[in-house]
Structure formats: structure tokens, C-alpha cells
């Protein structure tokens, strides 16, 4: 049971445009969600988190996006850099649950020249 | 400040034998975590310790997987008899308990069972 879905496994984007990825969460337990990067040959590295009394949290080019109601989150990157290309992985936690962290299956973003 | 530290980077071993992955974390992270992550899927939690304790080893399959964190700090992974399903890049992190979730991740260990 993927409690965790990032739908996409790729996306290709412009250089200078917006890149919008998607995740969609099945536990309603889940109260804390978290972005990570990864490059090839390196371990995720933490982008940006939000917690669920928010509904928006943003830092630099990055902005996160929460609709609880849908259990649907989004990460908009602008504007988009080729360093963007990696791998994208949404992580869900239910605080009560001890900073357990489940992940979706990583959406590939490519950024384009 | 130096992350955390996993060896080795990769691994290629035959069915049946053991093999043990190590990890140091970052100094002064009291908690830490073995994940597996499979090709096209991400990390999944095998093990997390706070300190020497394993507060949560509910994914472990304990039949081949063992894990131990002596001291509070290094760990050490071990699965013995592999098998072809464990292929996998095997991943360390450390954070700190209350730090609101925030891991950081070694480089992983590159596992293939031939």
C-alpha cells in the first residue's frame, strides 16, 4: 500500500519556467510533509518542509503547496535552473509517529537548456 | 561540518554470502536510521535508533537483517545470507529527536547480489 504517490516518475521543464511537482498522500495521520533532492550517487538532501497548520511555505525558488482537504502537495520551483535536474522525492510524517518519514517514488526532473 | 559517512560505496556479492554496511553519522545527531531504497522507488525505513536503542525496527526482516549501534554512534548493518532481492542502495541518515523530521543522508551503499 503506497501510502506516499508521486505520480509522475519524469518531468522536462524550460529553463527560466516554473516546474510544478505533484504528491498525493493516502494517511490522514500524515502532519508534516518534506521535499528532497538527490543527484546521482549522492543521498536525498532536505529542500524544504510544511507543516499542516500551513498551507503554503516558500524559500527562494522553492514553494511549497498544501491542500489538506485533497492530500495533495506541490513543490514550484521558479525559476527553473539547469542545477534543478535530480530527482525530487515527497516525504510524509505523523509527528506522533517519531519522525517516521514515508516517501513517494521520486518524480525525475529535467531541466532544459 | 562532515556528513554522514557510509562504506562501503558499493558492494557486489553472490547469493548466500554475508555482507555489513557501516555508517557514521554526523557528530552530535543522537538519532539514526537505515533505509533500503530499490531502483525507481524511495528509501523505505528498515531501522531507527535514538541513541543505542532501536525504537523502531518494524521493517526489518529479522530473519537475514541485523543491525547494531554500539555506543550511540557508529552503525552497522548486516544481512546475512543475502539474497537477489536485497539489490538495493542501502541508506544511512542521522538527525536530531524533536529536529521535526529533518534527516540527512549519507551516499548510500550500492548493493548488488549476483
Known amino acids: 500500500d503506497q501510502q506516499v504517490k508521486q505520480n509522475s516518475p519524469s518531468l522536462s521543464v524550460q529553463e527560466g519556467r516554473i516546474s510544478i511537482l505533484n504528491c498525493d498522500y493516502t494517511?490522514?495521520?500524515?502532519?508534516?510533509f518534506l521535499w528532497y533532492k538527490k543527484y546521482p550517487a549522492e543521498g536525498p538532501t532536505f529542500l524544504i518542509s510544511i507543516s499542516s497548520i500551513k498551507d503554503k511555505n516558500e524559500d527562494g525558488r522553492f514553494t511549497v503547496f498544501l491542500n489538506k482537504s485533497a492530500k495533495h502537495l506541490s513543490l514550484h520551483i521558479v525559476p527553473s535552473q539547469p542545477g534543478d535536474s535530480a530527482v525530487y522525492f515527497c516525504?510524509?510524517?505523523?509527528?506522533?509517529?517519531?519522525?517516521?518519514?514515508?516517501f513517494g517514488q521520486g518524480t525525475r526532473l529535467t531541466i532544459n537548456p | 561540518e562532515a556528513g554522514v559517512v557510509q562504506s562501503p560505496r558499493y558492494k557486489i556479492i553472490e547469493k548466500k554470502q554475508p555482507v555489513a554496511f557501516w555508517c557514521n553519522p554526523i557528530?552530535?545527531?543522537?538519532?539514526l536510521y537505515w533505509y533500503r531504497q530499490n531502483l525507481g522507488q524511495g528509501p523505505e525505513l528498515l531501522i531507527r535508533?535514538?541513541?543505542?536503542?532501536?525504537?523502531?525496527d518494524s521493517q526489518l526482516p529479522k530473519d537475514r537483517f541485523s543491525a547494531e549501534r554500539l555506543k550511540g554512534v557508529d552503525s552497522t548493518l548486516k544481512i546475512q545470507p543475502a539474497e537477489l532481492g536485497d539489490s538495493a542502495v542501502y541508506l544511512c541518515?542521522?538527525?536530531?529527536?524533536?529536529?521535526?523530521?529533518?534527516?540527512?543522508f549519507g551516499p548510500g551503499t550500492r548493493l548488488t547480489v549476483l
Open positions: 494517511n490522514s495521520m500524515f502532519d508534516y
Open positions: 535508533y535514538e541513541n543505542e536503542e532501536a525504537v523502531d
Open positions: 557528530s552530535g545527531h543522537n538519532t
Open positions: 516525504a510524509a510524517s505523523a509527528v506522533r509517529g517519531a519522525q517516521k518519514l514515508v
Open positions: 541518515a542521522s538527525g536530531l529527536a524533536g529536529a521535526f523530521n529533518e534527516q540527512f
